[in-house]
């Protein structure tokens, strides 16, 4: 990779007054030893880390040529097969192909942070562990992010496209006997109705209470949820879930309530940043990204 490639633009960390200086000013600043001369630009916004960078790795390069590769990020079989197992703790369900490539560009973005954190010397003085080093160099990125302060149009834009992050979602509350196979939750539900069902069940037997609908279908699965949806109050019945054959009752529901801006005008203002930091931030990974070539194994 060329240094015009890896760094940013070196006239872009020269200050704007430069070029006006006055003669004395300049001769005097020509006379500043290199070794000063880098300390000055080190003190520079770390927005100017890059062309620091560069310097350092153009004379790294030159003694010590690169691996042919070393701009190839192999995602491997193996690696791929990690993120799938690792994906859900629960086992609740499998990840989608869009699951999966999410996972892996995120690691691929490490291994960038991780390869250009070394360039610059980030690692020296700790240990090698390559999630420390990306993890090191995402701070500098993200350090170096400044976003302005947004318009209300701006946010009541973000906030039309984003409103059900904010709005009071519908509930439900139920009780819920533990899962286990039609017959035997057939004989509970008589058993209950009929008031005669066994203190062990009456202790196993959960009250869920003010639970959000749309986080039922993960838990239980979407027929249980649809199902439960369609229950009258109040009122035992079967119902089976992805784990196996339940006791239900729901007894309230409460329906959803659609946020108001000016109520959360300042919520809004903070995810807002929050995500416009992390959008610059990303395209500054991607903006490296462009310098390496991924290779997906197959």
């Known amino acids: 990779m060329s240094n015009a490639t890896h760094t940013l633009d070196i006239a872009s960390a020269i200050p704007s007054d430069h070029n006006n200086s006055k003669p004395s000013e300049r001769e005097a600043s020509n006379a500043r030893s290199p070794l000063s001369a880098l300390r000055n630009l080190a003190r520079e916004p770390l927005l100017h880390f890059a062309v620091l960078g560069g310097l350092i790795f153009a004379g790294d390069r030159i003694l010590h040529p690169p691996a042919k590769d070393d701009k190839v990020i192999v995602v491997t079989k193996a690696m791929r097969q990690s993120f ?78 984003n409103h059900a992050r904010f709005d009071a979602p519908e509930r439900v509350g139920f009780y819920l006997t533990p899962a286990t196979d039609q017959a035997t939750a057939q004989q509970q539900l008589e058993d209950i109705r009929a008031q005669r069902e066994s203190e062990d069940l009456r202790d196993q037997t959960r009250a869920i209470l003010g639970r959000p609908v749309a986080s039922l279908a993960g838990a239980f699965g979407q027929s249980f949820s649809d199902g ?71």
């Not at 784990?243 to 005008?265: C, I, M, N, Q, Y």
Request: proline share 4%; charged share 35%; aromatic share 10%.
């Open 228 to 298: 439960l949806l369609k229950l009258p109050l109040g009122e035992w019945s079967l119902l089976q879930s992805k784990d196996g054959w339940h006791v239900v009752r729901l007894d309230s529901r409460e329906p959803g309530t659609p946020a108001k801006f000016e109520d959360v005008r300042d919520d809004v203002a903070k995810m807002w940043h929050t995500e416009e930091t992390r959008k610059q931030a990303w395209d500054a990974v991607t903006r490296l990204k462009a310098n390496y070539k991924v290779r997906y194994e197959q």
């Open 84 to 161: 799938i197992d690792n994906f859900d703790e629960d086992k609740e369900r499998k990840p989608t192909e869009a699951d999966i490539q999410k996972m892996v560009e995120a690691w691929v973005a490490s291994e960038i942070l991780y390869r250009e954190g070394k360039a610059l010397g980030v690692d020296r003085g700790d240990e090698m562990i390559r999630d420390r080093v990306a993890f090191k160099l995402q701070l500098l990125i993200f350090d170096q992010v400044r976003v302005p302060q947004p318009t209300d149009e701006q946010l009541q834009t973000w906030f039309a496209e």
